[in-house]
């Protein structure tokens, strides 16, 4: 599980690499920003994932 938080987190950066290109003019809107929100999406459910609760054992 730590592992795809790792690759969550360099995900999102490289995906905010992106939008600086694409504020420069280099790179198109439409793929960086879904794509940048997808990452932060998908982190966020790994890491929330893990912290659900279960139900008593018994």
């Known amino acids: 599980m ?3 938080l790792i690759i969550g987190f360099i995900g ?3 995906s905010f690499f992106l939008v600086i290109l ?3 003019g280099i790179f198109p809107a439409w793929i960086s920003f879904p794509l940048l929100l997808l ?3 998908l982190t966020l459910y790994l ?3 893990r912290h659900r609760f279960k139900g008593f054992r018994y």
């Open 22 to 24: 694409t504020i420069l």
């Open 47 to 49: 890491h929330n994932g």
């Open 39 to 41: 990452t932060i999406f």
């Open 2 to 4: 730590f592992f795809f």
């Open 12 to 14: 999102i950066i490289g």
